[in-house]
């Protein structure tokens, strides 16, 4: 099961979920807000954990492994940690993908890139300068316009509830440590969620993890869909 980055949607994984259909089935999710979901309510990572958990529980997966990019990194960190059960998952996950995930605490970076988030216009230009700047390798332009319109679909208050509120909610006591084996994929590109952030901020809270690379930015779905893929094949095959 695979999830998004904020702003983005489940389309992230067309590319990428191609390859990987080739051995497991793949069920990519939209987070409420996002995408086809842009109108569903729930916004809090509880309930957004659990929106996830009772899509997991109604598809009956008992042996599935969850891939979280980014934002839902720090979901599906709640959802296969302590937190799982209480939130309604049935059965936990055989493994953990994370790919540059947001850590379970805050968010990184500081407060002027929520405030400049939070205050921009949301129009053509800003879904443009959104998608340049999570991205070092040039996206194919179908993949760029589907970016850019997810961008655009997302629900604002989804948008304002994620910037003001999802960043700084800190999990660490209600669902570190993470026992399930995991295998945390970083980008050589992303300046802000880096190798260095996530030896800092989340491999502490992993008692079982495996460090993998992409030379791309923070879209590694997008930008880097063959090797990523690989990636979680040999992980989710083993």
Not at 10 to 28: D, H, M, N, Y
Not at 116 to 137: G, I, N, P, Q
Not at 185 to 210: C, F, R, Y
Request: one cysteine or more; glycine letters at 8%.
């Amino acid at each position: 099961m695979t999830s998004h980055s904020f702003s983005f949607a489940r389309r992230e994984w067309i590319e990428a979920s191609t390859p990987l259909s080739e051995q497991f089935r793949v069920v990519a999710v939209d987070t409420p807000g996002h995408g086809e979901a842009h109108a569903v309510p729930g916004y809090t990572m509880a309930e957004t954990a659990a929106a996830f958990a009772a899509t997991i529980n109604a598809l009956g997966l008992t042996d599935y492994v969850l891939v979280g990019h980014s934002m839902t990194g720090k979901i599906m960190q709640i959802l296969a940690g302590r937190a799982g059960a209480g939130l309604g998952l049935a059965h936990p996950p055989a493994k953990l993908v994370l790919i540059t995930p947001t850590p379970l605490g805050q968010e990184v970076g500081g407060e002027d890139l929520p405030r400049e988030l939070f205050e921009s216009r949301r129009d053509d230009a800003d879904a443009k300068k959104f998608v340049l700047d999570r991205t070092a390798l040039p996206l194919e332009p179908e993949v760029f316009d589907r970016a850019c319109e997810d961008y655009a679909r997302m629900n604002r208050k989804a948008w304002d509830a994620w910037l003001t509120e999802g960043i700084y909610e800190d999990w660490t006591e209600r669902a570190a440590p993470i026992d399930v084996e995991t295998l945390l994929i970083v980008a050589d590109g992303d300046p802000t969620w880096g190798l260095e952030m996530q030896k800092k901020l989340t491999l502490p809270h992993l008692s079982n993890v495996t460090i993998a690379s992409v030379d791309c930015g923070h879209q590694v779905p997008m930008e880097a869909p063959q090797a990523l893929s690989d990636l979680i094949t040999a992980f989710a095959a083993s």
